[in-house]
């Protein structure tokens, strides 16, 4: 496939750093038409670079404690997120449920990142069952839930409207093919006008950790510049690659 325009590295970021977003809804943002969103998106998709719909689920909402580590050993064991860098860094994030399974992780890759008050979340069984329905279709209607656990269709849309708030819905992109800047940030300043440019929403926010894409590079040396100006101490690695996976329900 040939080098991406500017306007097709546009909707790939936009399918990454907005939560839920639609051909609609980033056609109007780019004054063009849904068709040729939607073909713009098949031609991604068919060229390998676009991937399929995915969701991210925060561990503490299936009720599990969790913690961000950073090391230059490659993880072995499942992570809720993963980012590799071309720094060779990675960055992950791993659940546990006990003060011992914490210890173990530690001693394996040292200090942890955890974001503040973080109580895991009990689930009941029918919040259990929505979402494991989201993970195998994400885009998953409130008549369709209705009929996969044989309930009434406003119990349904209550169950819906949760998992939308509680999870994350977002697109696997494969960032070198695609062109795409992508940087693992963390910092104590705030993003200001680049917070837009985060993706995944904002899982770990409050632990003062970032992923951030930008459609062209000098977006995204513009953002490290004044990220430096407003704070030195900032660390920032280039992503080469990600990856999400559910925690298990």
């Given at each position: ?179 795409i800047t992508a940087l693992a940030?963390?910092?104590?300043a705030p993003l200001g006008a ?56």
């Amino acid at each position: 496939m040939e080098y991406l325009i500017y306007d097709e590295r546009s909707v790939l970021t936009m399918l990454m750093t907005e939560c839920r977003a639609t051909p609609s809804s980033i056609a109007k943002k780019l004054g063009v038409s849904r068709q040729l969103i939607w073909y713009t998106l098949k031609r991604l998709r068919e060229a390998g670079v676009l991937g399929p719909p995915t969701l991210y689920i925060r561990p503490d909402h299936a009720g599990l404690y969790y913690a961000f580590f950073q090391s230059d050993t490659r993880i072995n064991q499942d992570a809720v997120l993963k980012f590799e860098t071309l720094e060779g860094v990675h960055i992950f994030a791993l659940p546990f449920k006990s003060e011992e399974e914490l210890k173990s992780l530690k001693e394996r890759y040292g200090r942890p990142w955890f974001v503040p008050g973080l109580k895991p979340k009990p689930l009941t069984e029918l919040q259990r069952k929505t979402l494991k329905l989201f993970l195998k279709n994400p885009l998953v209607s409130s008549t369709e839930l209705a009929r996969e656990l044989d309930i009434p269709r406003t119990k349904a849309r209550r169950l819906v409207s949760w998992a939308r708030r509680n999870t994350n819905f977002t697109y696997r992109v494969n960032l070198s093919r695609a062109g795409i800047t992508a940087l693992a940030v963390k910092t104590s300043a705030p993003l200001g006008a680049y917070a837009t440019c985060k993706f995944f929403s904002c899982f770990a926010y409050a632990a003062g950790f970032y992923a951030m894409a930008f459609p062209d590079l000098g977006t995204a040396a513009e953002f490290v510049k004044k990220l430096k100006t407003a704070d030195h101490k900032a660390k920032i690695h280039v992503i080469i690659n990600y990856e999400l996976q559910p925690p298990r329900l």
